[in-house]
T-cell receptor, first 117, second 115 residues
Framework: SQQGEEDPQALSIQEGENATMNCSYK?????LQWYRQNSGRGLVHLILIRSNEREKHSGRLRVTLDTSKKSSSLLITASRAADTASYFCATDAVLGVAQGGSEKLVFGKGTKLTVNP | DTGVSQNPRHKITKRGQNVTFRCDPI?????LYWYRQTLGQGPEFLTYFQNEAQLEKSRLLSDRFSAERPKGSFSTLEIQRTEQGDSAMYLC?????????????FGPGTRLTVL
């Protein structure tokens, strides 16, 4: 089952506008990661935020994490046509295999972002 | 290019045939993961290795699926007696777990079509 749920499922904006995508998850996490996927391609790692962090920046990307609400947001500022892609959040569990947990990443269904030139 | 390579990039096969995919991770990474992604969905975990040991397998990994990482470097994923429902993108990822970080780097994937 998929833990992360991205919202919205699809987002269409004009070049230069900001894009905000949200992710909700169900269980306690160690880290939350955001990935980008261009159509038919592999996933590109964008940013990782740890459970004890609240905000992180990387270039035009800003990620927030609210562990009390089990939610995260990804903000892309000054969007470009090249940002058109699907964006996924992925979480990993607090406990690893040795502690009876799991080492896998659990992905949501993604937000499909279209940036119109 | 993340440094993770997968071959082949595309595979078309007939139902009932066996297929094998290969993944070459980033060389210093000790962990290697396999995921499957169907259209409109996020990737779903299949299995992972730490060095050559297979430590976790998903319930999605039926007995027709087998994965190996014989020398702790590259990995192969074999699907026997393929079914149409196996059609998907098969993604490989690798990571170097340190300090609680598990940043996974993905390959371009192998797209399997079962006719």
């Amino acid at each position: 089952s998929q833990q992360g749920e991205e919202d919205p499922q699809a987002l269409s904006i004009q070049e230069g506008e900001n894009a905000t995508m949200n992710c909700s998850y169900k269980t306690s996490i160690n880290n939350l990661q955001w990935y980008r996927q261009n159509s038919g391609r592999g996933l590109v790692h964008l940013i990782l935020i740890r459970s004890n962090e609240r905000e992180k920046h990387s270039g035009r990307l800003r990620v927030t994490l609210d562990t009390s609400k089990k939610s995260s947001s990804l903000l892309i500022t000054a969007s470009r046509a090249a940002d058109t892609a699907s964006y996924f959040c992925a979480t990993d569990a607090v406990l690893g295999v040795a502690q009876g947990g799991s080492e896998k990443l659990v992905f949501g269904k993604g937000t499909k972002l279209t940036v119109n030139p | 290019d993340t440094g993770v390579s997968q071959n082949p990039r595309h595979k078309i096969t007939k139902r009932g045939q066996n297929v094998t995919f290969r993944c070459d991770p980033i060389s210093e990474h000790n962990r290697l993961y396999w995921y499957r992604q169907t259209l409109g969905q996020g990737p779903e975990f299949l299995t992972y290795f730490q060095n050559e040991a297979q430590l976790e397998k998903s319930r999605l990994l039926s007995d027709r699926f087998s994965a190996e990482r014989p020398k702790g470097s590259f990995s192969t994923l074999e699907i026997q007696r393929t079914e149409q429902g196996d059609s998907a993108m098969y993604l490989c990822a690798s990571s170097l777990v340190a300090g609680g970080y598990n940043e996974q780097f993905f390959g371009p994937g192998t797209r399997l079509t079962v006719l």
